[in-house]
């Protein structure tokens, strides 16, 4: 038997039904959803079933916000009962690095319009019957929007809304292969019958890297266990009817709710522990769990029973320890899969019952508008490579279990899994005293630590041990020069007669002549940004394209679709597949020690490019900088770099040349005011928001978003990324923190440093249009504390670009 259909969904968890009842309300109903067993019997019958909405990021809020709103009348709407309370949740601190991350939260839910709100030791008490603070609570921070719902109930609901809808569900349909076609379907196939499908949607939960490899495609999907406690029943619940808030105590580990008349009691106070590490998932594991561990709550319950002692007089009535789907950094893997049009990944997701409404939402604007009105890049499948191996999958996931409840500083540095990709410089940086971090599964100086200022590992929202050694690096970049081995720089070779054109059309602005480089943007189809790169161009028909290194898959998927059929080649990465910065004043000196090649201003301009040799070695010489000093990328053989990075270096001690990393970096690129791309820009603004408008050229050949963009010419502008200065003391700004005006929240802050060259802490981000004149006076929001700021131009070093052009 042979059929075909639109769209088919495999996998039968709240995230496949939400992902089917979501295209159902789109009107796309030529769908079929697959499911190996009973609907609901992967991670979803036995999940606790809490829809938090504290979450770290504003994606995290608005999936949480959005499936509470959708699933509180999701039973009304569909005609399916669903057991939902509305109870609220609190989370109790016990440290005051804890209260810090709270005041920073309700800081973030207030600039994207939630309500998380901190609470005295007091107020906490006063909610909670059964609940009571010691002298160890400091405060705690409220989500007044979390409940529980059962699992099973609610998918059932979204599968009977997608049914009725007109959308089709077969369970017991294991898939047993997936295959492309010649025209570019995809065939499924299962032991009775082979559909061919124009898009399939991975939503196999603990099978999905399984089912991504039937497609010959990877997705970095592992199974740990979690487990949680119900109490035997207890009279003070049964005598105590009405709704009280769930507890989650996150110094302490644990989560507490009622469960009808006993209480449900997890745990995150254990190491992460894979399930099935080296073979997978069985065939037939369905409503089966894991052998209880009781040890795991018994360490937690200890100090649970101080604040909630009722639980001492408790039994244990039964535990549930099931799998529980992880991505390698704990977040969703959600979105197209690379290099495979037509197949979406929407599986890795920790928190499905929460992110199921989110998911579907964002899936059903794939499909039908192409772009999805949220920014995903933070789920995108595509963030990780075939570096994201099974091994380092199952370490970092399990890392990140562990810190399921951990402080999440910024400058945590996960060492887990590691080293995957290095360069060849990767001994001698450390060595020489490299702090190296990973970013897109490369290995890459963030810091270099000094006897003065070691790496003790200590984390803080204040001082920290590389603030000392990044400022030394910054200074000595500013003043004299500084090299950075720049692994994994994305880069794409563009070459043939049919290359202007083809990147004409895919880029807003204007293509650079032969020797020179632009800086130009990629569209969505309703013109908002979805990406960057720096397009150097070698000769007529030579194009080097260098971008975002976490957003290389997804920007050649992109580059791929527009692919004329004839007259270019695009290719991912380049022969010179390394790269060394050289930057500061002192550079031109430097380089021009080493080479025969005429590196002046005259000859070598800023946004030119050239090849030639330096220390003998065949190098793309470009002259751009993100840090805002004269200098040069030199892009050269893997192979090469050593012998180049050795003799620069040689050359560079009469120069008092240093070495810099990654936090150095991004802190010099604020200060100039330049955009970061998942930072300062992303696929929710146009180029009219971020200020970005002078880099397109609406009226040139069509490209991709031009009609949105002289639409957007026309109309008013809601956003306007702006600079400001914090002027008193405060710790560094974080992203997403509140921008106050007249106690009225008018923006976010999307970066944020303070600045060693300008000595001012310095904050890049949004306000709505109209509300904050230049040079007028406002507040940042700083881990719930206001500081007075005041608006300038982002860029505050060199705004004239006099060093970069000398």
């Not at 949480?64 to 959708?70: D, I, R, S």
Request: with cysteine.
């Amino acid at each position: 038997m042979n059929s075909h259909k639109r769209v088919v969904v495999i996998g039968g968890g709240a995230v496949g039904c939400s992902i089917l009842y979501h295209l159902a309300l789109a009107g796309v109903t030529d769908t079929l959803l697959l499911e190996r067993d009973e609907l609901t019997s992967g991670s979803t019958w036995h999940a606790a079933g809490n829809i938090p909405t504290y979450a770290t990021s504003w994606l995290g809020m608005r999936a949480g916000n959005y499936g509470w709103q959708l699933y509180k009348d999701l039973g009304d709407t569909v005609d399916s009962p669903i057991t939902y309370r509305h109870t609220g949740a609190f989370w109790p601190a016990h440290t005051k690095e804890r209260m810090e991350l709270f005041g920073h939260l309700e800081g973030i839910a207030n600039s994207a319009g939630f309500d998380l709100h901190r609470l005295s030791p007091s107020e906490m008490d006063a909610m909670h019957p059964f609940w009571s603070p010691d002298d160890t609570v400091l405060g705690g921070i409220m989500d007044p929007y979390e409940g529980d719902i059962d699992p099973s109930q609610l998918t059932q609901a979204l599968a009977k809304g997608a049914r009725d809808l007109g959308a089709q569900i077969k369970r017991f349909s294991p898939v047993t292969g997936i295959a492309r076609t010649a025209s570019g379907e995809w065939q499924i196939s299962t032991a009775t019958e082979t559909i061919t499908a124009e898009i399939v949607i991975n939503a196999g939960g603990f099978y999905g890297a399984r089912i991504a490899a039937m497609a010959g495609l990877k997705a970095p999907v592992i199974t740990l266990e979690h487990q949680y406690l119900v109490t035997e029943p207890l009279a003070e619940l049964d005598a105590h009817p009405d709704l009280f808030p769930l507890v989650r105590d996150p110094d302490i580990r644990f989560y507490l709710r009622r469960e009808r008349n006993a209480f449900l009691l997890g745990s995150y106070a254990h190491a992460g522990r894979p399930a099935w590490p080296t073979e997978g998932p069985p065939d037939d594991f369905a409503h089966q769990l894991f052998p209880d561990s009781v040890e795991d709550i018994l360490e937690v319950l200890e100090d649970t029973i101080v604040h909630v002692p009722l639980l001492a007089e408790a039994g244990a009535q039964r535990f549930v320890n099931g799998p529980i789907a992880y991505a390698p950094d704990a977040l969703p893997l959600v979105g197209p899969a690379a290099g495979a049009p037509n197949f979406y990944h929407a599986t890795g997701v920790q928190v499905g019952i929460t992110h199921s409404a989110a998911i579907g939402k964002a899936m059903a604007e794939w499909i039908t508008q192409g772009e999805t009105e949220w920014d995903l890049s933070a789920w995108d499948p595509r963030r990780f490579g075939e570096w994201a191996t099974p091994d380092y999958a199952h370490a970092r996931a399990s890392e990140h279990y562990d810190l399921q409840y951990a402080i999440p500083y910024p400058h945590r540095n996960m060492q887990s899994g590691r080293p995957l990709q290095r360069t060849p410089l990767y001994d001698q940086l450390k060595a020489s005293g490299a702090v190296m971090g990973q970013i897109g599964g490369w290995e890459r100086a963030f810091w270099f630590e000094t006897p003065d200022h070691p790496d003790t590992g200590a984390l803080s929202y204040h001082e920290e041990p590389w603030h000392g050694a990044v400022r030394g690096e910054i200074e000595a970049i500013a003043s004299s020069v500084g090299v950075m081995d720049h692994g994994g720089f994305t880069k794409f070779t563009v070459e043939g007669p049919g290359a202007e054109a083809y990147l004409d059309h895919v880029f807003c602005g204007t293509i650079p002549k032969p020797g020179r480089i632009k800086l130009s943007y990629m569209l969505t189809p309703n013109g908002r940004i979805y990406s960057e790169a720096t397009i150097a161009r070698l000769s007529a028909e030579r194009f080097v394209l260098c971008g975002p290194t976490l957003a290389s898959l997804r920007d050649f998927d992109l580059l791929s679709e527009q692919l004329p059929d004839t007259g270019v080649t695009l290719s991912m990465g380049h022969q010179k597949d390394g790269a060394l910065m050289v930057m500061g004043p002192k550079s031109r000196a430097l380089l021009t020690e080493l080479t025969e090649a005429d590196l002046s201003a005259a000859a070598a301009p800023w946004m030119s490019v050239a090849e030639c040799q330096i220390a003998g070695v065949d190098v793309i010489a470009m002259r751009v900088s993100y840090v805002g000093e004269l200098g040069w990328e030199l892009h050269v053989a893997s192979a090469d770099l050593p012998k180049l990075y050795g003799a620069i270096m040689e050359r560079g001690a009469d120069f008092d040349a240093v070495q810099f990393g990654s936090y150095a970096l991004n802190s010099m690129r604020i200060e100039k005011g330049y955009h970061g791309w998942g930072a300062d820009f992303g696929t929710e603004y146009t180029l009219f928001d971020a200020g970005l408008q002078g880099f397109a050229k609406p009226d040139k050949g069509t490209f991709q978003g031009q009609a949105a963009l002289v639409r957007q010419a026309g109309q008013p502008v809601d956003w306007e990324w702006v600079g400001l200065e914090v002027t008193e003391p405060s710790p560094e700004p974080l992203a997403s923190e509140p921008i106050v005006k007249d106690s009225k929240v008018i923006g976010y802050v999307t970066s944020g440093t303070h600045g060693i060259r300008t000595g001012k802490t310095l904050v890049l981000g949004y306000v709505e249009r109209g509300t904050l004149a230049m040079d007028e006076a406002c507040h940042v929001r700083i881990l719930g504390e206001d500081h007075t700021a005041i608006r300038h131009d982002p860029a505050q070093y060199d705004p004239q670009n006099l060093r970069l052009k000398q």
